[in-house]
Protein backbone atom coordinates (compact mmCIF):
# COMPACT_ATOMS: atom_id res chain seq x y z
CA UNK A 1 0.00 0.00 0.00
CA UNK A 2 1.39 3.36 -1.09
CA UNK A 3 2.27 5.98 1.90
CA UNK A 4 -0.60 8.46 0.40
CA UNK A 5 -3.13 5.39 -0.31
CA UNK A 6 -2.72 4.58 3.70
CA UNK A 7 -3.10 8.15 4.77
CA UNK A 8 -6.45 8.29 2.78
CA UNK A 9 -7.49 4.80 4.49
CA UNK A 10 -6.67 6.34 8.07
CA UNK A 11 -8.08 9.16 7.45
CA UNK A 12 -11.28 7.54 6.16
CA UNK A 13 -11.35 5.49 8.93
CA UNK A 14 -11.49 8.19 11.84
CA UNK A 15 -14.64 9.61 9.89
CA UNK A 16 -16.55 6.62 9.74
CA UNK A 17 -14.90 5.45 13.18
CA UNK A 18 -18.22 7.57 15.18
CA UNK A 19 -20.23 4.71 13.96
CA UNK A 20 -22.72 7.07 11.57
CA UNK A 21 -23.50 6.72 7.88
CA UNK A 22 -21.63 9.00 5.83
CA UNK A 23 -22.70 9.75 2.11
CA UNK A 24 -19.54 8.79 -0.13
CA UNK A 25 -19.90 12.32 -1.82
CA UNK A 26 -19.50 14.24 1.91
CA UNK A 27 -16.55 11.55 2.03
CA UNK A 28 -15.00 12.20 -0.83
CA UNK A 29 -15.01 16.38 -0.68
CA UNK A 30 -13.75 16.00 3.39
CA UNK A 31 -10.79 13.99 2.08
CA UNK A 32 -10.20 15.55 -1.36
CA UNK A 33 -11.07 12.60 -3.89
CA UNK A 34 -13.57 11.11 -5.69
CA UNK A 35 -16.47 9.12 -5.02
CA UNK A 36 -15.16 6.64 -6.84
CA UNK A 37 -12.01 6.58 -5.13
CA UNK A 38 -14.06 6.64 -1.78
CA UNK A 39 -16.04 3.35 -2.92
CA UNK A 40 -12.20 1.75 -4.10
CA UNK A 41 -10.84 2.27 -0.77
CA UNK A 42 -14.13 0.73 0.65
CA UNK A 43 -13.73 -2.13 -1.15
CA UNK A 44 -10.19 -2.85 0.05
CA UNK A 45 -10.83 -2.32 3.67
CA UNK A 46 -13.91 -5.37 2.96
CA UNK A 47 -11.09 -7.17 1.54
CA UNK A 48 -9.36 -7.10 4.48
CA UNK A 49 -12.49 -8.09 6.62
CA UNK A 50 -14.15 -4.77 8.21
CA UNK A 51 -17.59 -4.93 8.06
CA UNK A 52 -19.05 -2.30 6.25
CA UNK A 53 -22.59 -1.19 5.32
CA UNK A 54 -23.19 0.25 2.03
CA UNK A 55 -27.17 1.64 1.70
CA UNK A 56 -28.17 3.28 -1.21
CA UNK A 57 -28.83 7.39 -0.63
CA UNK A 58 -27.30 6.65 2.67
CA UNK A 59 -23.70 6.32 2.65
CA UNK A 60 -21.66 4.00 4.69
CA UNK A 61 -21.44 2.93 7.96
CA UNK A 62 -19.17 0.44 10.17
CA UNK A 63 -20.98 -2.86 10.97
CA UNK A 64 -19.40 -2.18 14.65
CA UNK A 65 -17.45 0.44 16.12
CA UNK A 66 -13.95 0.47 15.04
CA UNK A 67 -11.10 0.24 18.60
CA UNK A 68 -7.96 1.08 16.58
CA UNK A 69 -4.66 0.02 18.09
CA UNK A 70 -3.16 3.35 19.85
CA UNK A 71 0.74 2.99 21.21
CA UNK A 72 0.41 5.08 23.55
CA UNK A 73 -2.82 3.91 24.81
CA UNK A 74 -1.02 0.73 25.00
CA UNK A 75 1.55 2.07 26.87
CA UNK A 76 -0.30 3.11 29.76
CA UNK A 77 -1.23 -0.64 30.31
CA UNK A 78 2.77 -1.96 30.23
CA UNK A 79 5.15 -1.68 32.82
CA UNK A 80 7.96 1.50 31.86
CA UNK A 81 10.03 -1.10 32.58
CA UNK A 82 9.57 -3.04 29.46
CA UNK A 83 13.05 -3.96 27.89
CA UNK A 84 12.31 -3.34 24.15
CA UNK A 85 9.94 -1.45 21.69
CA UNK A 86 6.86 -2.05 20.64
CA UNK A 87 5.82 -1.73 16.78
CA UNK A 88 2.12 -1.37 16.17
CA UNK A 89 1.63 -1.66 12.19
CA UNK A 90 -1.19 -1.39 9.90
CA UNK A 91 -2.00 -4.37 7.17
CA UNK A 92 0.89 -7.06 7.21
CA UNK A 93 1.48 -10.02 5.92
CA UNK A 94 2.21 -11.89 9.13
CA UNK A 95 3.23 -10.25 12.38
CA UNK A 96 5.51 -13.52 12.95
CA UNK A 97 7.19 -13.23 9.47
CA UNK A 98 7.93 -9.68 10.14
CA UNK A 99 9.89 -10.25 13.47
CA UNK A 100 11.50 -13.18 11.59
CA UNK A 101 12.50 -10.85 8.47
CA UNK A 102 14.11 -8.15 11.00
CA UNK A 103 17.86 -8.60 10.25
CA UNK A 104 18.67 -6.71 13.44
CA UNK A 105 19.46 -8.28 16.47
CA UNK A 106 16.20 -7.63 18.33
CA UNK A 107 15.98 -7.47 22.24
CA UNK A 108 14.15 -9.60 24.06
CA UNK A 109 10.47 -8.39 24.15
CA UNK A 110 10.44 -6.64 20.95
CA UNK A 111 6.50 -6.64 19.87
CA UNK A 112 4.76 -5.98 17.01
CA UNK A 113 1.46 -5.85 16.63
CA UNK A 114 -0.91 -5.45 13.28
CA UNK A 115 -4.52 -4.20 12.74
CA UNK A 116 -4.79 -6.76 10.08
CA UNK A 117 -2.66 -9.95 8.64
CA UNK A 118 -3.43 -11.25 4.66
CA UNK A 119 -1.00 -14.32 5.36
CA UNK A 120 -1.92 -14.71 9.47
CA UNK A 121 -1.35 -18.37 10.12
CA UNK A 122 -1.64 -21.19 12.06
CA UNK A 123 0.63 -24.77 13.22
CA UNK A 124 0.46 -27.01 9.75
CA UNK A 125 0.71 -23.75 7.67
CA UNK A 126 -2.80 -23.67 8.61
CA UNK A 127 -4.47 -20.36 7.63
CA UNK A 128 -5.14 -17.67 10.79
CA UNK A 129 -7.79 -15.30 9.47
CA UNK A 130 -7.25 -11.96 10.54
CA UNK A 131 -10.03 -9.10 9.62
CA UNK A 132 -9.32 -5.73 10.26
CA UNK A 133 -9.11 -4.21 13.94
CA UNK A 134 -11.38 -7.71 15.20
CA UNK A 135 -8.56 -9.36 17.28
CA UNK A 136 -5.39 -8.80 18.31
CA UNK A 137 -2.39 -9.75 16.45
CA UNK A 138 0.42 -10.23 18.31
CA UNK A 139 4.32 -11.32 17.95
CA UNK A 140 7.27 -11.11 20.64
CA UNK A 141 11.06 -12.12 19.83
CA UNK A 142 12.69 -13.67 22.73
CA UNK A 143 16.28 -15.17 22.16
CA UNK A 144 16.93 -18.51 24.47
CA UNK A 145 20.41 -19.08 25.36
CA UNK A 146 20.02 -22.46 26.18
CA UNK A 147 18.83 -23.24 22.31
CA UNK A 148 15.89 -26.01 21.61
CA UNK A 149 16.14 -27.79 24.06
CA UNK A 150 15.13 -25.52 26.42
CA UNK A 151 12.17 -24.51 25.19
CA UNK A 152 10.24 -27.98 25.44
CA UNK A 153 6.57 -26.61 27.03
CA UNK A 154 6.94 -22.99 26.33
CA UNK A 155 3.96 -22.90 24.06
CA UNK A 156 2.22 -24.13 27.83
CA UNK A 157 3.61 -21.36 29.64
CA UNK A 158 2.32 -18.56 26.82
CA UNK A 159 -0.87 -20.23 27.00
CA UNK A 160 -1.20 -19.72 30.72
CA UNK A 161 0.83 -15.99 30.58
CA UNK A 162 -2.76 -15.07 28.36
CA UNK A 163 -5.04 -16.58 30.54
CA UNK A 164 -3.91 -14.12 33.30
CA UNK A 165 -4.00 -11.15 31.05
CA UNK A 166 -7.25 -12.15 30.31
CA UNK A 167 -8.47 -12.91 33.65
CA UNK A 168 -6.43 -9.26 34.18
CA UNK A 169 -9.27 -7.79 31.55
CA UNK A 170 -11.70 -9.25 33.60
CA UNK A 171 -12.46 -12.22 31.35
CA UNK A 172 -13.08 -15.31 33.01
CA UNK A 173 -13.54 -19.07 32.36
CA UNK A 174 -10.97 -19.25 29.29
CA UNK A 175 -9.46 -22.83 29.28
CA UNK A 176 -6.24 -24.37 27.86
CA UNK A 177 -6.04 -26.58 24.78
CA UNK A 178 -3.04 -28.79 24.36
CA UNK A 179 -0.70 -28.11 22.76
CA UNK A 180 -1.44 -24.10 21.79
CA UNK A 181 -5.51 -22.94 22.00
CA UNK A 182 -7.05 -20.75 23.97
CA UNK A 183 -10.69 -21.84 24.37
CA UNK A 184 -14.16 -21.06 26.27
CA UNK A 185 -17.62 -22.35 25.91
CA UNK A 186 -15.77 -25.58 23.83
CA UNK A 187 -14.39 -22.89 21.02
CA UNK A 188 -11.27 -21.24 19.42
CA UNK A 189 -10.58 -17.97 21.43
CA UNK A 190 -7.03 -17.82 20.30
CA UNK A 191 -4.39 -20.23 19.30
CA UNK A 192 -0.39 -19.30 19.51
CA UNK A 193 2.20 -20.14 16.85
CA UNK A 194 5.60 -20.44 18.01
CA UNK A 195 8.82 -20.26 15.15
CA UNK A 196 12.14 -20.87 16.46
CA UNK A 197 15.02 -19.90 14.32
CA UNK A 198 18.91 -21.75 15.19
CA UNK A 199 21.44 -23.58 15.13
CA UNK A 200 21.52 -27.46 17.07
CA UNK A 201 23.36 -26.83 19.80
CA UNK A 202 23.57 -23.05 20.08
CA UNK A 203 21.63 -20.31 21.29
CA UNK A 204 17.87 -19.62 19.40
CA UNK A 205 15.98 -17.01 18.37
CA UNK A 206 11.94 -18.01 18.89
CA UNK A 207 8.56 -15.58 17.73
CA UNK A 208 6.04 -15.91 19.50
CA UNK A 209 2.79 -15.54 17.74
CA UNK A 210 -1.06 -14.81 19.52
CA UNK A 211 -3.81 -14.26 17.98
CA UNK A 212 -6.63 -13.12 19.84
CA UNK A 213 -10.33 -12.68 18.66
CA UNK A 214 -12.04 -9.46 20.00
CA UNK A 215 -15.17 -8.55 17.27
CA UNK A 216 -14.73 -10.86 14.58
CA UNK A 217 -17.56 -9.81 11.90
CA UNK A 218 -20.37 -12.36 12.54
CA UNK A 219 -20.61 -13.63 8.99
CA UNK A 220 -16.89 -15.27 8.61
CA UNK A 221 -16.93 -18.59 6.78
CA UNK A 222 -13.46 -19.61 6.62
CA UNK A 223 -12.97 -20.76 10.18
CA UNK A 224 -13.24 -24.46 9.81
CA UNK A 225 -14.39 -24.90 13.81
CA UNK A 226 -16.44 -23.35 16.33
CA UNK A 227 -14.77 -19.91 17.08
CA UNK A 228 -16.04 -17.72 19.63
CA UNK A 229 -14.76 -14.01 20.28
CA UNK A 230 -14.50 -11.75 23.32
CA UNK A 231 -17.36 -9.31 22.35
CA UNK A 232 -19.24 -12.75 23.32
CA UNK A 233 -17.37 -13.15 26.22
CA UNK A 234 -16.94 -9.36 27.91
CA UNK A 235 -19.84 -6.84 28.73
CA UNK A 236 -19.16 -4.09 27.97
CA UNK A 237 -16.62 -5.01 25.69
CA UNK A 238 -12.69 -5.21 26.24
CA UNK A 239 -10.81 -2.27 25.19
CA UNK A 240 -7.97 -3.75 22.43
CA UNK A 241 -4.88 -1.24 23.66
CA UNK A 242 -5.60 -2.27 27.28
CA UNK A 243 -5.60 -6.16 26.34
CA UNK A 244 -2.60 -5.71 24.44
CA UNK A 245 -0.45 -3.60 27.06
CA UNK A 246 -1.43 -6.62 29.33
CA UNK A 247 -0.53 -8.97 27.03
CA UNK A 248 2.55 -7.74 26.43
CA UNK A 249 3.15 -7.54 30.03
CA UNK A 250 2.30 -11.06 31.01
CA UNK A 251 4.47 -12.79 28.13
CA UNK A 252 7.17 -10.48 29.02
CA UNK A 253 7.00 -11.95 32.68
CA UNK A 254 6.56 -15.46 31.82
CA UNK A 255 9.04 -15.62 29.25
CA UNK A 256 11.28 -14.41 31.96
CA UNK A 257 10.53 -16.73 34.24
CA UNK A 258 10.64 -19.59 31.50
CA UNK A 259 13.76 -18.74 30.55
CA UNK A 260 15.02 -19.16 34.22
CA UNK A 261 12.95 -21.85 35.56
CA UNK A 262 11.80 -23.41 32.58
CA UNK A 263 7.94 -24.86 32.37
CA UNK A 264 7.59 -26.28 36.69
CA UNK A 265 6.02 -22.94 37.70
CA UNK A 266 3.23 -22.94 35.16
CA UNK A 267 2.48 -26.81 35.47
CA UNK A 268 -0.40 -26.37 38.22
CA UNK A 269 -1.81 -23.30 36.59
CA UNK A 270 -1.79 -25.32 33.09
CA UNK A 271 -3.65 -28.43 35.12
CA UNK A 272 -6.06 -26.17 36.62
CA UNK A 273 -7.02 -24.87 32.74
CA UNK A 274 -6.94 -27.87 31.50
CA UNK A 275 -10.31 -28.10 28.47
CA UNK A 276 -9.95 -32.13 27.98
CA UNK A 277 -9.19 -32.98 31.68
CA UNK A 278 -9.35 -36.69 32.08
CA UNK A 279 -12.13 -36.75 28.93
CA UNK A 280 -12.23 -39.00 26.50
CA UNK A 281 -10.29 -37.92 22.86
CA UNK A 282 -8.07 -38.86 19.86
CA UNK A 283 -4.34 -37.94 19.53
CA UNK A 284 -3.73 -37.43 15.64
CA UNK A 285 -0.16 -38.27 15.21
CA UNK A 286 0.38 -37.57 11.48
CA UNK A 287 -1.79 -40.76 9.70
CA UNK A 288 -1.72 -42.44 13.45
CA UNK A 289 -4.77 -41.86 15.83
CA UNK A 290 -4.64 -43.30 19.42
CA UNK A 291 -7.62 -42.89 21.42
CA UNK A 292 -8.06 -42.68 25.23
CA UNK A 293 -8.86 -40.06 28.17
CA UNK A 294 -6.71 -37.52 28.39
CA UNK A 295 -4.62 -37.00 31.71
CA UNK A 296 -3.32 -33.65 31.45
CA UNK A 297 0.35 -33.09 31.10
CA UNK A 298 3.96 -34.11 32.72
CA UNK A 299 6.70 -32.64 34.13
CA UNK A 300 8.16 -32.04 30.43
CA UNK A 301 4.88 -29.91 28.99
CA UNK A 302 4.17 -34.30 27.05
CA UNK A 303 0.30 -34.86 26.84
CA UNK A 304 -0.58 -37.98 29.29
CA UNK A 305 -3.15 -40.27 27.18
CA UNK A 306 -4.49 -43.44 29.45
CA UNK A 307 -5.14 -46.83 27.55
CA UNK A 308 -5.94 -50.20 28.07
CA UNK A 309 -1.90 -49.97 28.45
CA UNK A 310 -1.32 -47.56 30.58
CA UNK A 311 -0.63 -43.98 30.43
CA UNK A 312 1.34 -42.64 28.48
CA UNK A 313 3.30 -39.11 27.27
CA UNK A 314 3.08 -38.09 23.97
CA UNK A 315 5.05 -35.41 22.64
CA UNK A 316 6.26 -33.48 19.66
CA UNK A 317 4.31 -30.00 17.30
CA UNK A 318 3.45 -32.87 15.42
CA UNK A 319 0.45 -34.23 17.15
CA UNK A 320 -3.52 -32.27 16.94
CA UNK A 321 -5.98 -32.99 20.36
CA UNK A 322 -9.64 -33.79 19.21
CA UNK A 323 -12.85 -34.61 21.49
CA UNK A 324 -14.21 -37.76 20.86
P1 LIG B 1 -4.38 -28.25 16.57
O1 LIG B 1 -3.63 -27.07 17.06
O2 LIG B 1 -4.88 -29.12 17.66
O3 LIG B 1 -3.67 -28.99 15.49
P2 LIG B 1 -6.32 -26.53 15.13
O4 LIG B 1 -7.34 -27.06 14.18
O5 LIG B 1 -6.78 -25.51 16.10
O6 LIG B 1 -5.74 -27.78 15.89
P3 LIG B 1 -4.16 -24.79 14.42
O7 LIG B 1 -3.13 -24.95 13.34
O8 LIG B 1 -3.71 -24.71 15.82
O9 LIG B 1 -5.16 -25.99 14.24
O10 LIG B 1 -4.98 -23.46 14.12
C1 LIG B 1 -5.41 -23.15 12.83
C2 LIG B 1 -6.90 -23.41 12.72
O11 LIG B 1 -7.60 -22.52 13.57
C3 LIG B 1 -7.48 -23.16 11.34
O12 LIG B 1 -7.36 -24.30 10.51
C4 LIG B 1 -8.94 -22.80 11.65
O13 LIG B 1 -9.71 -23.96 11.82
C5 LIG B 1 -8.84 -22.14 13.00
N1 LIG B 1 -8.84 -20.66 12.90
C6 LIG B 1 -8.34 -19.86 11.94
N2 LIG B 1 -8.52 -18.56 12.22
C7 LIG B 1 -9.17 -18.53 13.40
C8 LIG B 1 -9.65 -17.49 14.21
N3 LIG B 1 -9.50 -16.20 13.92
N4 LIG B 1 -10.29 -17.84 15.35
C9 LIG B 1 -10.46 -19.14 15.70
N5 LIG B 1 -10.02 -20.17 14.97
C10 LIG B 1 -9.38 -19.87 13.83
C1 LIG C 1 -2.83 -21.66 15.90
O1 LIG C 1 -3.87 -21.77 16.56
O2 LIG C 1 -2.41 -22.52 15.13
C2 LIG C 1 -1.97 -20.45 16.08
C3 LIG C 1 -2.52 -19.20 15.49
C4 LIG C 1 -1.54 -18.05 15.71
C5 LIG C 1 -1.98 -16.79 15.01
C6 LIG C 1 -1.06 -15.65 15.32
S1 LIG C 1 -1.72 -14.08 14.81
C7 LIG C 1 -0.18 -13.32 15.15
C8 LIG C 1 0.90 -14.27 14.65
N1 LIG C 1 1.13 -14.08 13.24
C9 LIG C 1 0.79 -15.16 12.52
O3 LIG C 1 0.88 -15.25 11.29
N2 LIG C 1 0.32 -16.12 13.33
C10 LIG C 1 0.34 -15.70 14.71
Not at 61 to 84: C, G, V, W, Y
Not at 100 to 112: A, F, P, R, V, W
Request: aromatic share 6%; with cysteine.
Amino acid sequence: MSKSSELVRGNLLSILADNKFHSGETLGKTLGISRASISNHIKVFSSLGLDIYSVTGKGYRLAQPLMLLNLDKIKEHFLSTHPAEIEVLNVIGSTNQYLKDKSIELKNGHTCLAEAQTAGRGRHGRKWVSPYAASLYLSMHWSFAGGYAVLGGLSLAIGVAIVDALNQCGVKGVQLKWPNDIYAQGKKLAGVLIEVEGQMGSGCQAVIGVGLNVTLPKNIEEIGQPWIDLSQLSDPLINRNTLAGTLVNELTKSLTLFESSGLEPFIAKWRALDVYANQGVKLIIGQQTVTGVSRGIDANGAILLETEQGVKAYHGGEISVRPI
